[in-house]
């Protein structure tokens, strides 16, 4: 668990992952199980064009070659439409897809939505990360109360290297 967690998740390491069928900023269908036979990375964030959550994707962008070298496939999802993420991805060269969970059917499944946000606003994605590992299997969970915080980089990308096989272990 990490230790900006403040409260756990309902999904917890070993459960099954909720499968999920999101457009992506590209207007592509993506679902979490054509993703088996590889280590998946979400990444949910709050809102797009935010301070935390820009800081939180570039760093990710700029990361991408160490998930990549994990075999790991790295998305963002927020409840943003799929219009806002496109201009967002664009604004900051964003080099994996955004998934926009605009009816927060994921966010939901996941346990990782403020009812009541900033602003009045209700049902906005909170900031969290979880490792689906190849056969769909939560390998890491963390979900943040507080949406200053970022994810555990260093916790996520060593679970990732526990999902590498023997012979291939960075």
Known sequence: MSQHQTEPSALQVGDPAPDFALYSSDKELTRLSDMLGHPVVLLFFPLAFTSTCTRELCATRDDLSTYKDLDAKV???SV????SLNRYKQDHQ???PLLSDFNKDTVRAYHAVYEEFG???RGVG????FVIDQEGMIRYAEVLENAGLLPDFEGIQN??????PASTKK
């Open 75 to 77: 998305f963002g999802i």
């Open 80 to 83: 943003d439409s799929l219009h």
């Open 94 to 96: 964003l080099n994996f």
């Open 119 to 121: 602003y009045g606003m």
């Open 126 to 129: 909170k900031r969290a990360a």
């Open 159 to 164: 679970t990732l290297r526990t999902l590498q």
